[in-house]
């Protein structure tokens, strides 16, 4: 059995203060479209996805006499993933690589480029049928990048690394 779906767009928001550095607010947004094709065989399921990512970076510092620092990410991936069946649902992981770009700028005129860079993501979950169409799944996913801004700044790099643990309800049509 082959199903294909296209994933609407996931968006985060993100934002906090941290103590004790007056001012200094972050905020992350995040979209991604996605794009599934999957095989099941003896109970196995095996899939493959792809699509677009784009996430944006928002700090804000007047101390540092600028308001606004914004970090842009944006590339695309491509990857696989299995699952087996076990506990009356099933287990799953996937792994999948990114091509990704990086710009940081600020409001004082500050605006560089990295270099393309690859980057991965690693993710595992348990899914769970309430019923023949409705399910629930429980998920962990660690997201690496590293940018390098080598040819513009020397030695100057940034790392985004993303941990997210999420539960979500799923009705199959």
Sequence with gaps: MWMCRAD???RQA?????PGTAGKVLARFLHAYRRLHSRTFRGVSISGFGGYTY???????PELGYSKDIFESKGIFVGAGAGVPALRGQFSGSLAIAGMKGNQKDDNGFDIKADTTIGFSLGGAYT???SQALGVTADLRYQQYKYDFGTEIAGYTVTEKITSLGVRLGYQF
């Excluded at 993100?14 to 941290?18: E, F, G, T």
């Excluded at 996430?55 to 510092?61: A, L, W, Y």
Aim: hydrophobic share 30%.
């Design 55 to 61: 996430g944006k970076t928002i700090f804000t510092r």
């Design 128 to 130: 769970y049928k309430l």
């Design 14 to 18: 993100r934002l906090w203060r941290s």
């Design 8 to 10: 609407k767009p996931q």
